[in-house]
């Protein structure tokens, strides 16, 4: 689909991603506008239910972004997340939406650049893999893309 | 309490395909605790069910609901208006909560979403194993307090037999040898006296094989008395 602008959620959380997001702001950089992003207390408050739910709701792709292994402000919060990430690419492949549509990444709040890199590269890949399924091959009808 | 496990989603999504408008009953007590079957579950089951219906093309309306427990009937009466809404109802409970609805609801198609695997407990999060097995006359007293029955492949009185090797069962490796833990824990408690005694073929019958268990607590019934 030409011109085809994916809707992706970020669950970012607050002690990195979020922060990361913030500075990437502060330093001016560029990232695709596709990205729509959930602040959370910790990526180990991300529910399957909200993954399968934004998807359900027509979300393209899907990301969760926490600390680092090993600097979870809740000591294991990312290692939880990680984990209900991987099931949930299990769910989503037995579904027919596919897992590849969601990622789990890591980043410290110093790491603005590597949001801007994360966004660009689910951006890139969601693209490649044209809108979700449950839309029919419609594109969300978000304002900020009319022009696209 | 019970383990179980989610059945295959093929399986559960062929069950379902004559519905379109299903309760999807999940169960707070045993399949909540080892997330097989709580509201969770329900939660995302019945997400991936409208999922892939609607990429089907012929949408499914779901209904979750959670009680606290489906094998009492005092937990499952209070949802006859729930039940009656919908074209059948996909228990999320163990075997026993499948029944129970479909004994309440007898005009309802009750379907089971889970397979009822074993007693047993998490020994880590996320780490099931079966501890007992129900036999109907427990001999942990003898035993150190860890079951042969139920931890032991052959289920022997007197082992351990010549699989055991370093502890562990030639069935799995992964498998404790039941009769090396006993044979470790009693020497522990300077018990080991308690194995020169050689335990009898035991009777069966407490452990079903008399036909379909009851028990009946005349202390606790309600019925009338005939006095």
């Known amino acids: 689909m030409p011109n085809f602008e994916p809707i992706i959620v970020a669950f970012t959380c607050h002690y990195c991603a979020y922060a990361a997001a913030d500075l ?27 993954i399968l739910l934004a ?38 492949d037995e579904v027919g939406i596919g897992g590849e549509r969601l990622e789990m990444f890591y980043m410290s709040s110093a790491e603005g650049r590597r949001l801007a890199e994360v966004a660009a590269e689910m951006t890139e890949r969601i693209k490649k893999l044209g809108p979700n399924p449950l839309r029919n091959g419609k594109q969300s009808n978000d304002s900020r893309f009319a022009d696209s | 309490m019970i383990i179980a496990e989610r059945k295959p ?26 997330f097989s079957g709580g509201e969770k579950q329900v939660g ?19 209904v979750e609901f959670t009680v606290q ?3 009492e009937w005092e937990f499952i009466d209070p949802i006859a208006d729930i039940v009656k809404g919908v ?18 609801y007898p005009d309802k198609v009750i379907l089971p979403a889970l397979n009822t695997k074993f007693m047993g407990m ?11 097995a129900g036999c109907g006359n427990c001999i942990l007293a003898l035993t150190g307090g860890i079951c042969p029955i139920a931890r032991c492949s052959k289920s022997l009185l007197n ?69």
């Not at chain 1, 959370?40 to 529910?47: A, E, H, L, N, Q």
């Not at chain 2, 399986?11 to 999807?24: C, D, F, Q, S, T």
């Not at chain 2, 300077?190 to 202390?219: S, Y």
């Open chain 1, 24 to 50: 990437a702001g502060v330093m001016r950089l560029q990232y695709p506008p596709n990205i729509r992003i959930i602040k959370i207390p910790c990526t180990g408050k991300v529910d399957i239910r909200h």
């Open chain 1, 55 to 92: 998807f359900e709701k027509g979300a393209d792709g899907v990301f969760v972004a926490g600390c680092r292994i090993g600097d979870c402000h809740f000591e294991d919060g990312n290692i939880k997340a990680t984990r209900r990430v991987k099931y949930a690419k299990k769910l989503l």
């Open chain 2, 9 to 34: 989603f093929e399986e559960i999504k062929a069950m379902v395909a004559p519905y379109n408008r299903i309760l999807i009953l999940g169960c707070g007590t045993c399949v909540t605790v080892d």
């Open chain 2, 44 to 62: 995302i089951l019945a997400s991936e069910l409208r999922m892939a219906r609607k990429l089907e093309g012929r949408p499914i309306e779901t």
């Open chain 2, 69 to 71: 427990r489906q094998c």
């Open chain 2, 87 to 104: 074209d059948a109802v996909l228990s999320m409970a163990c075997g026993v909560g499948v029944q129970a609805m479909a004994e309440r």
């Open chain 2, 122 to 132: 998490p020994i880590e999060a996320g780490v099931f194993v079966e501890r007992c």
């Open chain 2, 159 to 227: 082992g351990p037999c010549g699989g055991s090797q370093n502890g562990k069962c030639e069935v799995n490796p992964d498998i404790d040898c039941a009769w090396h833990l006993i044979y470790d824990k009693l020497k522990a408690q300077g018990r080991l006296d308690a194995l020169l005694e050689i335990m009898e073929p035991k009777d069966w019958r407490p452990a079903g094989g008399a036909g379909p268990r009851k028990i009946v607590r005349e202390e606790v019934r309600l019925e009338t008395l005939d006095v």
